[in-house]
């Protein structure tokens, strides 16, 4: 099995898709001879040239909207957005067209398009480069969503993305492009809408996404140097999701925890709230606890940002939370 | 100033003060990215190290209760509207003595009291609300200017377009200036831009335009004062374009793998709009040593200041969500 970093894995799917299929084209902004802010796409452009790997001007807009037409004709293009922040300005193409084309059209129409983008603080950059903005596109009936934590995970389910036949919002996170795990030495495609179970529990089960997946990987191994055993679960497909992994999960360990970086508030987190306390209520023992960042902009100071944002403490914490082990808990402002 | 300061009219004692701040910002920015390759600095950064004539062309050509917004490349255009070294650098440290609190970053420099409505991170998001800015002191009659800095990518966004024609519409006195330096990141001109003046963009708009050597204070700021003059008098905005080079990465620590090798080098040598200035004027040895060791002190004041600033406490991170 070979090793490949998050980035390397982004680009192994890309190029797959490209080499087997003509009608597989990316572009963004600064994706050609510079590979992409994150360098993602690095030497892509050498081996397929700048018609299929197209830099464009500073318009998301006009790129998400023209990756949108191009599916509609039956091409499966990959936009990048170089930031997820930026996505904003492609908010009426991704909501009101690329989401609602099939249904307007009664069924005529599919828009078989992949949108990448990526994001995340911890770093510094400052409260418009730093966003997670995932759950706002749950919240849109006709998109998909994926969030892919690992370089197997991202692999596969890029591939999946890119052959879907629906609009598909693919999220990266900044901070994870170095991370390295064993993958298939063929790619495997992982069908949208079936989570991971990273690391088996019979106490809490933690529902976690994005660079929260590794924080509550952290988390569950402290939590079983104290007794608790802890199920790490990621749906990695925020929309559609795998809402039965999570509730037999939760079935059996009585507790949930949800956590991802994006605020709590509206977030993905208080998706899987409600249908864990809608399917499982007579399972649970604890109220669901939510991990995420405290409802402010991301400021720039790291003193500031390292405490808006949740880390592996704030899972545990809220891990003691459930079992009622709350007195050592020193992150308590991340949970709700 | 700006009012009686004419093209050809530039006083030896004032370019020599331009000559000065210029050098300035220059040394500002240099350090910044010795600070920063030393690890001091979070986040990332990018420095305008040649084009700094621009920066002081258009804002020496202000009125103190004009108005600007900048971009990610803001640390230039900061500091010539006035904000002192001093607190640009705090910023830059995220101390609680930086212009933005520390809240904002290289990229998010915001000082009100000196007319700087703040650099933005989002290419292009500025602009609407110069235009407002302006509106804003049309209504009330105001005799002050609202300017928008951006780059040649900036152009291809809708705000920019969307902007330019709402403030024609309205007749607003709002000045754009777009620093033209051929580059959006590591996409050249000619990848991004179907056209090569971009002073023309203003013509869909019916809007006056100037397009001028950006390399030449001077020349920038004759064309700045005009062009405030010009929508302060209330016939409208103007979109100036200084065509520019940036004489380094898009980011501080940009491999440029996408540049040709010896460009760097050349533009450099011969578009350096500090080198063009001092040549022009009559400045000794004496007078350049001078200059230099003045504004170093300035620059090293600044990191120590700095240095010796407060961090914010972890919870002021909930302060200033709302007013
Ligand atoms: C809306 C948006 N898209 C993309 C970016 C990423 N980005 C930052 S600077 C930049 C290039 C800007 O080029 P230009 O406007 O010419 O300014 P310059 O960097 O040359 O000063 C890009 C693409 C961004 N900040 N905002
Ligand atoms: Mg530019």
């Given at each position: 099995m070979p090793e490949l970093s998050y980035r390397e894995a982004v680009r192994d799917a890309l190029s797959q898709a490209m080499r087997q299929d003509d009608d597989v084209f990316i572009l963004g902004e600064d994706i050609a001879e510079m590979g992409g802010s994150m360098g993602v796409t690095q030497g892509m452009l050498d081996e397929f040239g700048p018609e299929r790997v197209r830099n464009t001007p500073i318009s998301e807009m006009a790129i998400v909207g023209a990756g949108i037409g191009a599916a509609m004709q039956g091409m499966r293009p990959v936009v990048e957005v170089m930031y997820e922040d930026f996505t904003t300005l492609a908010m009426e193409q991704i909501v009101n067209q690329a989401a609602k084309h099939r249904y307007m059209s009664g069924g005529q129409l599919k828009v078989p398009l992949t949108i990448r983008t990526q994001g995340g603080a911890g770093w510094s950059p400052g409260a418009q480069h730093a966003q997670q903005l995932e759950a706002w596109?749950?919240?849109?009936?006709?998109?998909?969503?994926?969030?892919?934590?690992?370089?197997?995970?991202?692999?596969?389910?890029?591939?999946?993305?890119?052959?879907?036949?629906?609009?598909?919002?693919?999220?990266?996170?900044?901070?994870?492009?170095?991370?390295?795990?064993?993958?298939?030495?063929?790619?495997?495609?992982?069908?949208?809408?079936?989570?991971?179970?990273?690391?088996?529990?019979?106490?809490?089960?933690?529902?976690?996404?994005?660079?929260?997946?590794?924080?509550?990987?952290?988390?569950?191994?402290?939590?079983?140097?104290?007794?608790?055993?802890?199920?790490?679960?990621?749906?990695?497909?925020?929309?559609?999701?795998?809402?039965?992994?999570?509730?037999?999960?939760?079935?059996?360990?009585?507790?949930?925890?949800?956590?991802?970086?994006?605020?709590?508030r509206m977030g993905f987190g208080a998706e899987v709230a409600a249908i864990v306390q809608h399917q499982a209520f007579d399972y649970l023992d604890a109220p669901i606890e939510r991990v995420g960042s405290r409802f402010v902009p991301i400021p720039f100071a790291p003193v500031m940002e390292e405490w808006v944002v949740p880390h592996s403490n704030d899972v545990l914490a809220a891990i003691r939370q459930t079992v009622g082990r709350s007195e050592s808990s020193n992150g308590a402002g991340h949970v709700e | 100033m700006a009012q009686v300061e004419r093209k050809g009219a530039v006083s030896e004692e004032l370019l020599r003060e331009f000559y000065r701040e210029m050098l300035l910002i220059r040394r500002f920015e240099e350090k910044v990215e010795e600070r920063f390759r030393a690890g001091e600095l979070p986040g990332f950064l990018h420095v305008a190290i040649g084009q700094e004539a621009v920066a002081v062309g258009v804002c020496r050509a202000l009125q103190d209760?004009?108005?600007?917004?900048?971009?990610?490349?803001?640390?230039?255009?900061?500091?010539?509207?006035?904000?002192?070294?001093?607190?640009?650098?705090?910023?830059?440290?995220?101390?609680?003595?930086?212009?933005?609190?520390?809240?904002?970053?290289?990229?998010?420099?915001?000082?009100?009291?000196?007319?700087?409505?703040?650099?933005?991170?989002?290419?292009?998001?500025?602009?609407?609300?110069?235009?407002?800015?302006?509106?804003?002191?049309?209504?009330?009659?105001?005799?002050?200017?609202?300017?928008?800095?951006?780059?040649?990518?900036?152009?291809?966004?809708?705000?920019?377009?969307?902007?330019?024609?709402?403030?024609?519409?309205?007749?607003?006195?709002?000045?754009?200036?777009?620093?033209?330096?051929?580059?959006?990141?590591?996409?050249?001109?000619?990848?991004?831009?179907?056209?090569?003046?971009?002073?023309?963009?203003?013509?869909?708009?019916?809007?006056?335009?100037?397009?001028?050597?950006?390399?030449?204070?001077?020349?920038?700021?004759?064309?700045?004062?005009?062009?405030?003059?010009?929508?302060?008098?209330?016939?409208?905005?103007?979109?100036?374009?200084?065509?520019?080079?940036?004489l380094t990465g898009h980011y501080v620590g940009d491999p440029q793998v996408y540049r040709p090798r010896d460009e760097l080098a050349r533009l450099r040598e011969t578009e350096d709009p500090i080198e063009k200035l001092s040549a022009r004027l009559d400045l000794t040895d004496e007078d350049v040593q001078e200059i230099e060791a003045e504004v170093v002190e300035i620059v090293e004041g600044s990191v120590e200041f700095a240095k010796a600033g407060t961090d914010p406490q972890p919870e002021d991170a909930l302060k200033n969500v709302y007013a």
């Open positions: 596109f749950v919240h849109v009936p006709g998109l998909k969503v994926v969030f892919a934590s690992t370089p197997s995970d991202v692999r596969g389910l890029l591939w999946s993305s890119i052959y879907d036949d629906n609009p598909v919002m693919f999220f990266e996170h900044r901070t994870l492009y170095g991370i390295k795990e064993d993958v298939p030495e063929e790619l495997e495609p992982i069908p949208l809408g079936q989570a991971r179970i990273h690391r088996e529990g019979e106490d809490v089960t933690v529902v976690a996404t994005g660079r929260l997946v590794h924080e509550a990987i952290a988390a569950a191994g402290e939590a079983e140097a104290e007794g608790v055993s802890v199920e790490v679960v990621d749906p990695r497909t925020l929309l559609p999701l795998d809402e039965a992994t999570i509730v037999d999960s939760v079935k059996k360990t009585n507790r949930c925890v949800v956590a991802h970086e994006a605020v709590t | 209760d004009d108005v600007i917004a900048s971009t990610h490349r803001a640390h230039g255009h900061t500091l010539a509207k006035g904000t002192h070294p001093n607190e640009l650098m705090a910023e830059l440290y995220g101390k609680v003595e930086g212009c933005s609190k520390g809240y904002g970053g290289s990229m998010h420099l915001y000082d009100v009291e000196r007319g700087n409505l703040g650099a933005n991170a989002v290419v292009g998001g500025g602009l609407p609300g110069i235009v407002g800015a302006a509106l804003a002191f049309k209504f009330r009659d105001e005799p002050r200017v609202a300017v928008a800095f951006f780059g040649d990518g900036a152009t291809n966004i809708g705000t920019f377009h969307e902007a330019l024609n709402l403030a024609q519409l309205w007749l607003v006195p709002a000045v754009f200036v777009c620093e033209n330096n051929g580059w959006a990141e590591s996409t050249p001109a000619h990848q991004q831009l179907p056209i090569d003046d971009l002073s023309k963009r203003a013509e869909a708009y019916g809007m006056k335009a100037r397009r001028v050597g950006g390399q030449d204070v001077e020349e920038v700021f004759a064309a700045a004062s005009e062009a405030l003059e010009h929508a302060r008098g209330g016939d409208g905005p103007v979109l100036l374009v200084c065509d520019t080079f940036r």
